[in-house]
């Protein structure tokens, strides 16, 4: 079949199968601008599309649907909640502004230099020597 009416054996034929496209040897510069197109390319980012028969496009839609309401009542209820613990917190300090004006401003009082030092030890399995460094001063150069 492969030859044998022009006397060429089937051995002496080197043929590779390849499944899928047959990839050519490619310069350096030509490699570099198809990886920067096939990043660029939106047609191999997107899904492939569901292929279902009417029914099962009608529960996949119900489940997407009845997900969506399900985060929406959960997102809401967050924010209902982050709602009602600022307007207690408001109420909660104009009523110290008030009561004690001194509390008010040492409690609205900016603290300068006291942030979390850079330089702290990387949490670990075992517990620090010193456990926390209350005078922390930068290292100097």
């Known amino acids: 079949m492969f030859g044998s009416s022009t006397g060429i054996t089937g051995a002496s034929i080197a043929r590779t199968f390849v499944r899928g496209k047959k ?42 649907n009845a997900w ?26 104009e009523d110290l502004k008030e009561t004690s004006p001194q509390l008010f401003e040492y409690a609205n009082e900016k603290e300068e230099g006291k942030r979390f030092p850079l330089e ?10 010193q456990a926390w460094v209350y005078n922390y001063e930068p290292k100097t150069k």
């Open 68 to 93: 969506k309401l399900y985060q929406q009542k959960v997102q809401s209820k967050r924010s209902s909640q982050l709602q009602k613990q600022y307007e207690s917190i408001k109420t909660v300090m």
């Open 120 to 129: 702290m030890r990387v949490p670990t399995d075992f517990p620090a020597n």
């Open 23 to 64: 990839k050519q040897a490619m310069t350096l510069s030509t490699q570099k601008v198809a990886n920067q197109l096939s990043a660029l390319s939106a047609n191999k980012k997107q899904p492939k599309l569901l292929k279902l028969c009417n029914e099962d496009l009608i529960k996949h839609r119900t489940i997407s």
